[in-house]
């Protein structure tokens, strides 16, 4: 079974913080994804990769930065944590190009206070 | 043109019922429809998913329907079970596009 693992599972932060979320995946994905979840709001996509070192803008990238320096791990950084980056951010991954089945890790709920 | 609107926001059916979700979308490029399932405490999970070359497909109890004239998409559980409780999500994607469009998700609870 394809696992991707995420680093915490819950993170309490200041704001002005520099926060570090990391993904591991274990399949070999070319493609990895980073997505936030608020109530109401679905899954919107923050970055995805689809190639080491290559990154991608997603919907909602401000604030956001990323980091793929090896195939099987992600990382998502808000470079100074605000409050409204209080969220679920999950990371998900993908075989094939495009938009075929997605594997998501159990997500990182971060507090920013 | 890009959004995909899901309803009800929060569905509670008695067990044995049918739990019926539904999606619309306004891009007619859209070619992927897939549903997800995510449990408490956990990212989600592909349930079931369809092309717009057939109307319908079943999967054990879950059955998507489409409508491409009205673009619209619905979910059916039938026989639903208190383990089917969870928050639902429909998608939508064009071509080989990495960018899956959410919809705003579904709480269903199902009552023993």
């Known amino acids: 079974d394809v696992k991707v693992t995420q680093s915490s599972r819950y993170l309490v932060k200041r704001t002005g913080e520099k926060v570090f979320l990391e993904c591991v995946q274990d399949m070999d994905h070319e493609n990895m994804f980073w997505y936030r979840q608020d109530p109401g709001l679905g899954l919107r996509l923050i970055y995805f990769?689809?190639?080491?070192?290559?990154?991608e803008k997603g919907d909602i990238p401000e604030g956001y930065s990323v980091s793929r320096e090896k195939k099987e791990r992600f990382s998502l950084i808000l470079e100074s944590a605000s409050t409204n980056q209080t969220s679920m951010y999950l990371c998900a991954s993908s075989f094939v190009q495009g938009s075929e089945k997605l594997f998501f890790g159990s997500g990182t709920q971060l507090s920013v206070l | 043109q890009q959004q995909v609107k899901q309803s009800p926001q929060s569905l509670i059916v008695q067990k044995g019922g049918i739990s019926i979700i539904n999606c619309a979308y306004e891009n007619t490029a859209f070619d992927y429809f897939p549903w997800y399932q995510q449990f408490p405490g956990k990212g989600p999970a592909l349930l079931i998913a369809i092309r717009p070359d057939v109307s319908e497909k079943k999967e054990g109890r879950f059955t998507i329907s489409f409508n491409k004239s009205a673009k619209q998409f619905s979910l059916h559980i039938m026989d639903s079970q208190p383990g089917d409780s969870a928050t639902y999500f429909c998608a939508a994607s064009a071509g080989s596009n990495y960018q899956l469009i959410w919809g705003a998700g579904t709480k269903l609870i199902i009552k023993p």
């Open positions: 990769s689809y190639d080491v070192k290559m990154k």
